[in-house]
């Protein structure tokens, strides 16, 4: 006998849904010496896909990879994700993800799915332990794509939002995005500050890459905080309609775009990316000895010379619709530079990837030397529309601004005759 009527059966997937929404799993540490993988993967499993996941305070043991997909739901990370240092471990390629296209850049941590907030509050995020790994690596050769693990990895993302997270000590890139679209990060601090003394006053935390950005379209950054000896942000290949806004990056190379044209069969299109409200400062020189550039652009020769992850080249595409707008740099070493030779060799051929529309606008600071603006655009792919409005950035004193401008088919905005002069190309 049924003793539910038709229109009570209509209902039921209705309910189903909202109480799938309603579904909240805790957790807490472990300790113990225990991992804590497997709890936060039954959590995830469980609550991953229409409910809430509550990481509470402490300290999680991560031994393993983890790949969470999220759908619908939401993610309180109260507390802190500790990947243990295990450098044998975590390099043997078993040990990590390969989702990231580009130099097929290992990853420990992956998050993919859509429609979901991860919170950190400000007090959670992941432990690098990076120290250890910048140690070891300090007299040994890094390699692109060598497997040391992107800490935060999106991959395959879309309507994703992470929300105050911290990047304590990553070993490599703090965050890759890649292959996604509509993500925004709220709120993101990476700390990559070298603290063993043996290497003070040398970079020895190269690649901790703020975030590189990949095949991803209308990704938004705003209010990051960044302490890094390379890229602050990295606009790789295939990035559209990126945001950066209220962006601190101390200490590294800057923000970058690229390098581009490492493929020769995959071109890179770099389309409408706007920073603004972006401060580098350069941190104590122990600490810290680099801050290159405010913005830099780069790419790979027409020449292709061995092959990715560490070789290449050739590549072509087109980066356009650039703004960097309200710009502060302190003792920077050249605030805007583009050059398209990235570990070329004399007598390559010249790239053919093509930069145009570029916008620099209202900076100030100091620099330490007095070339303000380097472009070195390609005699194959000459730039054009680079604009200039309000650069005001103290060379050292006693030294006057220099604008050094090759390839510039047109520009506008830089002291009279200090670029090549609108529609003149100089050779
Ligand atoms: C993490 O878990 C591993 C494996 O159980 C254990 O050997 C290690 O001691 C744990 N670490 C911490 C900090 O609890
Ligand atoms: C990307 O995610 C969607 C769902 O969000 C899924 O259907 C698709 O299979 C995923 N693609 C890959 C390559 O993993
Ligand atoms: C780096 O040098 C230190 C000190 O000489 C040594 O202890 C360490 O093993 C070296 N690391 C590598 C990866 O070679
Ligand atoms: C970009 O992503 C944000 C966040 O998901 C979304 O609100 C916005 O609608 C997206 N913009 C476009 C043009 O799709
Ligand atoms: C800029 O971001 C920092 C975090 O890096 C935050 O503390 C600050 O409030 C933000 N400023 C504005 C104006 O939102
Ligand atoms: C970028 O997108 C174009 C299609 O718009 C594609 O042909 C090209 O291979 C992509 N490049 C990369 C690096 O994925
Ligand atoms: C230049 O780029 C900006 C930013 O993407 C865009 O708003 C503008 O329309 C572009 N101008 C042209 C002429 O394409
Ligand atoms: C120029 O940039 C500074 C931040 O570096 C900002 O405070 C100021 O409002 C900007 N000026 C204009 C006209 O936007
Ligand atoms: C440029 O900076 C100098 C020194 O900070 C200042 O005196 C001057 O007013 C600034 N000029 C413009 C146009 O912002």
Redesign the pocket.
């Known amino acids: 006998m049924h003793t539910i009527g038709t229109g009570k059966l209509a209902l039921l997937p209705a309910l189903y849904a909202l109480q799938a929404l309603a579904k909240t799993c805790t957790l807490k540490p472990l300790g113990r010496g225990r991992s804590d993988v497997s709890q936060i993967e039954a959590a995830i499993g469980e609550c991953g896909h229409g409910g809430t996941t509550v990481f509470q305070p402490g300290e999680y043991n991560i031994t393993r990879k983890m790949h969470w997909d999220l759908a619908n739901s939401h993610v309180d990370l109260h507390g802190s994700l500790n990947f243990v240092f295990d450098l044998p471990y975590w390099m043997d390629p078993a040990s990590t993800y390969r989702v990231i296209?580009?130099q097929s850049q290992a990853s420990w941590f992956v998050i993919s799915g859509h429609d979901f907030t991860l919170d950190a509050h400000g007090t959670g995020g992941i432990i690098g332990n990076g120290q250890n790994w910048w140690s070891w690596y300090g007299n040994a050769t890094r390699l692109d794509g060598d497997g040391r693990p992107v800490s935060l990895t999106l991959s395959n993302v879309t309507r994703g939002t992470v929300r105050n997270f911290k990047v304590e000590a990553p070993p490599f890139w703090c965050n890759a995005v890649a292959d996604s679209r509509d993500v925004v990060y709220d709120g993101m601090t990476c700390v990559a500050e070298n603290a063993d003394e043996r290497w003070f006053g040398q970079n020895i935390v190269w690649n901790t890459d703020g975030i590189d950005t990949?095949?991803s379209d209308n990704i938004t950054m705003v209010n990051w905080d960044i302490t890094s000896g390379d890229d602050c942000l990295a606009i790789k290949?295939?990035s559209t309609n990126i945001f950066a806004r209220n962006i601190t990056c101390r200490g590294g190379t800057g923000i970058a775009f690229g390098s581009l044209g490492q493929?020769a069969?995959?071109?890179?299109?770099v389309e409408n990316v706007v920073l603004e409200d972006i401060t580098l400062i350069r941190p104590d020189p122990q600490v810290q000895p680099l801050l290159e550039h405010g913005v830099y652009l780069k790419t790979w020769t027409n020449t292709r010379i061995g092959f990715p992850p560490t070789g290449g080249g050739a590549?072509g595409?087109r980066v356009s619709g650039v703004v960097a707008r309200n710009v502060k740099v302190d003792q920077v070493t050249t605030p805007i530079q583009l050059y398209q030779t990235n570990l070329g060799h004399p007598g390559d051929a010249p790239s053919k990837l093509q930069f145009a529309n570029l916008t620099f606008e209202n900076w100030t600071g100091t620099a330490q030397t007095s070339t303000i603006v380097d472009l070195e655009c390609s005699s194959a792919a000459p730039c054009t529309d680079v604009t200039f409005r309000e650069i005001n950035v103290t060379v050292p004193s006693g030294e006057a601004p220099a604008y050094t401008c090759v390839n510039v088919a047109s520009s506008a905005g830089l002291p009279s005759g200090a670029c090549t002069g609108d529609g003149a190309v100089k050779m």
Not at 265 to 269: G, K, N, S
């Open positions: 296209f580009i990949y095949r290949g295939n493929y069969e995959l071109p890179d299109y590549g595409g």
